[in-house]
């Protein structure tokens, strides 16, 4: 009887296991992207949103504006791309921060501390200077609404799960605390725009912050 020899042939992977591989275009257009995304963020923040238009973008990123058009063919498909990128990023870096915190009150705190801290980078003004543009863009501002309605649902969950891990059992009052703080955040954001180094800034959102965690503790100790 013939013996088998083993194959030393390693079997091809099914298709399912088989790593994706990107071609050097798909690495160039990626590459293009993260460069576009980083000169809309200094344009943004040096001329506002009436200022950085697509030429501006394009020529502070070293590209055409040809090359800028293949991959966002209007202005408001530019910003509103940016914007979804931004929130996406500042919400996976807030989670990694507030991870560090035990459940329930300190993390929803620490929440709110790093979302403060977050607005004082120039990546949290694009995004506040794309949504003050987004009024005179009707394209650019229902872009925008398509993309807040889609985070709001991930944001509602993750909060769902901090009021849970505090028993919470009033979630829309408690909702309301931190739509308002998160409003207070943008508002004085905006302000810094104008007030660079205002030491009262910080104090106002601390005020905010103390009157936040006195109701969310209220909420509580509320009988189940």
Request: charged letters at 25%.
């Amino acid at each position: 009887m013939p013996t088998t020899v083993p194959s030393l042939e390693t079997p091809d992977p099914a298709p399912g296991d088989r790593p994706v591989r990107r071609g050097p275009h798909a690495l160039r257009r990626e590459l293009t992207r993260a460069r576009v995304f980083e000169s809309a963020i200094a344009c943004l923040h040096g001329k506002g949103y009436s200022g950085a238009s697509t030429l501006a973008v394009a020529q502070h990123a070293g590209i055409s504006r040809g090359a800028l058009i293949k991959q966002f063919p209007t202005k408001a498909s530019l910003y509103a791309s940016l914007v979804e990128a931004l929130l996406d990023e500042i919400r996976e870096e807030t989670l990694a921060e507030i991870r560090r915190f035990p459940p329930g009150l300190p993390r929803a705190m620490a929440r709110v501390d790093h979302i403060w801290a977050l607005y004082k980078q120039p990546k949290a003004f694009a995004v506040l200077e794309v949504m003050l543009g987004a009024r005179g863009d009707p394209e650019l501002s229902e872009r925008l609404a398509q993309v807040g309605r889609s985070r709001q649902q991930i944001e509602k969950q993750l909060l769902g799960d901090d009021f849970e891990a505090m028993g919470i059992k009033d979630r829309r009052t408690a909702g309301l605390a931190v739509l308002q703080i998160v409003a207070t955040v943008r508002g004085l954001a905006m302000e810094r725009l104008i007030n660079k180094q205002s030491p009262s800034l910080d104090a106002a959102f601390n005020l905010q912050r103390a009157q936040t965690e006195a109701l969310l503790k209220s909420l509580m100790e509320q009988p189940v």
